[in-house]
């Protein structure tokens, strides 16, 4: 099982990024899958979800309205669209599988993770 982040990028204020978390080794439809994110200093901390087949998907408030959170089966992808960004959005951000139907956003329920992409929101 492999998972690999890639989109990452400096950014300014306001501004767009998505990130992919490209998987191999697994049938990705079988998998939840979650984004997560950690800052400097801080515990790393769920940001979005979506559940395995049938694509349902869960945001933690403060992503609510400006990620985005989707998936593409067929080549083994799961992507998250950020709009609005805003400086506290800085962090590393990482995607963890599950082999289960449904996803949360707590990182102790996920088995298998990517190494993360920096993603940096700054004028």
């Known amino acids: 099982v492999q998972l690999v982040e890639s989109g990452g990028a400096l950014v300014q204020p306001g501004g767009s990024l998505r990130l992919s978390c490209a998987a191999s080794g697994f049938t990705l439809a079988n998998y939840a899958i979650g984004w997560f994110r950690q800052a400097p200093g801080k515990d790393r901390e769920g940001v979005s979800c979506?559940?395995?087949?049938?694509?349902?998907?869960d945001y933690t408030d403060s992503q609510k309205g400006r990620f985005i959170i989707s998936r593409d089966n067929v080549n083994n992808t799961v992507y998250l669209q950020m709009n609005s960004l805003i400086p506290e959005d800085t962090a590393v951000y990482s995607c963890?599988?599950?082999?289960?139907?449904?996803?949360?956003?707590?990182?102790?329920?996920?088995?298998?993770w990517g190494q993360g992409t920096q993603v940096t929101v700054s004028s």
């Open positions: 979506i559940s395995a087949s049938d694509g349902r998907t």
């Open positions: 963890a599988a599950k082999f289960a139907y449904y996803c949360s956003v707590s990182p102790a329920d996920y088995d298998y």
